[in-house]
């Protein structure tokens, strides 16, 4: 199980970490970042299996992915879990 969730320099998001439950609710206003959690988790769950282009899929591409749009920002999604194994998986 997915315990903790990371999104670095990805869109708006400059930092943020989330501590995962088995029922985990994202609330918030207008612009503040729920649909850019989801897109994160679910092209950090892509990269497992395809190309990493591939894996950020939709209208957004290239430096609109990152940060202010800066071409030397690093764009950092991972997690880390465990149910009896520990684990971390990381993308940059």
């Given at each position: ?76 999604l991972g ?14």
């Amino acid at each position: 199980m997915i315990t903790t969730f990371r999104v670095q320099n990805y869109k708006a998001l400059r930092d943020v970490t989330l501590q995962l439950t088995p029922m985990h609710l994202l609330i918030g206003p207008n612009d503040s970042g729920k649909t850019s959690i989801l897109e994160a988790l679910a092209a950090l769950s892509r990269s497992v299996d395809q190309d990493l282009p591939q894996a950020f899929m939709g209208r957004w591409d290239g430096l609109d992915l990152v940060f202010r749009r800066e071409p030397t920002t690093e764009v950092v999604l991972g997690v880390e879990g465990g149910n009896g194994t520990a684990f971390e998986y990381e993308i940059g």
